[in-house]
């Protein structure tokens, strides 16, 4: 599911960090972007020859340790996994109301990474229960995967984390390190 490849930034991690998304307007790629595989968070690959496609743009502002908060953007892949894309936007921006089932507003504003494992990920955005066990999406529950094909090759890119197949939600994973294992 390659909805969202961040543009890194630089900001140290730590458990207490604390999310504010918004949504920027949607852009247009460089023509002479380079090809990359599709994965869960990743860039899909391109044609040379391809016309570019529109790509929203979110962003997360991280308070790390009550510092002032530092902007991390993603950029998103709507036409490659749809659903991953319009969930991320959706959490970013609040649009998507609140959870039925847990009454929780369905926003990554005010969230923590409950999870920082140095060297290798930061994981984040459980806006249900804040440790890692809730699950809520814009769709109510969880929804299916999309695009599995590629791999996570390289630092900063962004997944959504679940508990098995099918089962996205809110929280989301940000590589540190490549990690073919996953």
Not at 106 to 128: A, C, E, N, T, W
Not at 169 to 180: E, I, R
Request: hydrophobic share 35%; proline share 8%.
């Amino acid at each position: 599911e390659d909805a969202i490849a961040p543009r890194p930034h630089t900001a140290n991690a730590s458990s207490s960090a604390r999310l504010h998304a918004h949504q920027r307007a949607p852009d247009l790629p460089s023509r002479n972007l380079k090809p990359a595989k599709a994965a869960l968070g990743l860039e899909r690959a391109m044609a040379s020859s391809a016309a570019p496609q529109a790509r929203g743009t979110v962003f997360l502002d991280l308070s790390i340790g009550g510092n002032a908060p530092e902007r991390v953007e993603f950029r998103l892949f709507d036409a490659s996994v749809p659903k991953t894309a319009a969930n991320f936007r959706a959490l970013c921006t609040g649009s998507a109301g609140t959870d039925p089932k847990s009454g929780k507003r369905l926003h990554y504003k005010g969230s923590l990474f409950h999870r920082v494992i140095p060297g290798f990920m930061l994981q984040g955005g459980d806006v249900v229960s804040g440790d890692g066990r809730g699950c809520a999406s814009s769709f109510g529950g969880s929804f299916p995967d999309e695009d599995l094909s590629g791999r996570h090759d390289r630092p900063f890119l962004l997944s959504m984390a679940n508990s098995g197949p099918n089962t996205n939600g809110c929280q989301f994973f940000v590589t540190l390190a490549p990690a073919p294992h996953l």
